[in-house]
Structure formats: C-alpha cells, structure tokens
C-alpha cells in the first residue's frame, strides 16, 4: 500500500471517529469495523460516505501531487463554530520500509485511536441544535484548479475558503488531541467557548 493510501485510510478512521465520539449523527449510523487491527466506527450512512469518499479522493490526489498541508473538521452548531479538528500532514519518505509486515505502523495508530478515544471523551458534549461539520483541505493555489480540472472529482464543488470570522479563534481552547508519527499526523483541536 502506497503512503498516500495509508494517509487517506488513517485520516478515514479518525474522521469517523469523531463524528461517533461527538455524536455528530447519531451513533445508529455507525458499525464497527476493522482497521488497523483493531475496532474502529465507521459510517453506515451513503449521504456521508459519500462526502467522505469525495473529500478523501481529493486528500489522495493532493497527497500524490504533495500538495496537502492540513486538513481541518470543523463542526458547528446552529451555524456558529464549536469545535476545530485541525490534521497537520507531512510528507515523509516511504511508510514501513523498516516495518516490512507494518506492525509497528498499526501498533501506532492503535495507540493514537486509544488516545483520539480518551480525549474524545474529555470535551465538554455538543449543546443540543442543528449540529453540522464541514472538511477544509489546505493546499496550494495550482493544485486548486488541478482539482477542478480531475475527472474522478467532478461531481464535487470546490470552492476557496475564506476566514470568515477571524474573532473566533480568539475565544478558541486548544487541545493537542494525538499523533500518527508513521504517516506525518499531528492532530489537535481547536474547542470555542
């Protein structure tokens, strides 16, 4: 399995993760599946799988161009920001060439799943409301028009983002959530008051 390939198959399991964990849709949706050797939610639910499978092509494409920086989920509640899962990417040499059976690699995102789990668990619940999320995938400006331009993704809209409400981030708690060291991931969360 390719680099770009892990990357996307771990920012999967982390995405679906949390939208369990903050009870983004109700937990019905979700089933347990394998990955990584072990349990992890994912979506049952094919609205979302395919948001999902689209924004995830496009992390695999923007990986393979080398041009993904970060990739942010931000969930909201009656269209003002509540909470920020923000993925800073790395791009590193080739995963496993040392961990030829990658069992280092899915003892470590194990590990970081266990940690996702706790601090999941730690933040304050999502008030009651009209609870949404949305993925921001921070990339260049040229490979912005090569995403516009793919076959595969052309039944998605892109669209620049803006920072439509720089205040925000000032009232913003954040919470270093964990690591995929073996696929460049740091994530932490941006929690607003």
């Not at 049952?44 to 799988?49: S, V």
């Not at 494409?61 to 269209?79: A, P, T």
């Not at 708690?173 to 991931?185: D, N």
């Amino acid at each position: 399995m390719e680099n770009d390939d892990l990357v996307v198959e771990v920012l999967e399991v982390f995405i679906n993760y949390i939208l369990y964990g903050r009870q983004v849709y109700p937990k019905a949706i979700f089933r347990k599946r394998r990955a990584f050797s072990t349990l992890v939610y994912k979506s049952i639910y094919p609205p979302l799988n395919d948001y999902l499978k689209s924004i995830l092509g496009s992390v695999r494409l923007l990986k393979r161009l080398k041009k993904l920086h970060r990739v942010e989920m931000i969930i909201s509640r009656n269209e003002k920001m509540q909470e920020n899962y923000i993925f800073d990417i790395e791009d590193l040499p080739e995963i496993g060439s040392n961990d030829k059976y990658l069992i280092e690699f899915e003892e470590s995102i194990r590990k970081s799943i266990v940690l996702l789990e706790g601090r999941l668990k730690g933040l304050k619940a999502l008030e009651e409301g009209d609870v949404n999320f949305k993925i921001i995938l921070h990339t260049t400006q040229s490979a912005y028009v090569s995403l516009g331009e793919d076959k595969e993704l052309e039944e998605f809209s892109w669209l620049k983002a803006s920072d439509e409400n720089p205040k925000e981030r000032d009232r913003a708690t954040l919470l270093p959530i964990t690591s995929a060291p073996f696929v460049g991931l740091q994530i932490y969360t941006e929690e607003y008051v």
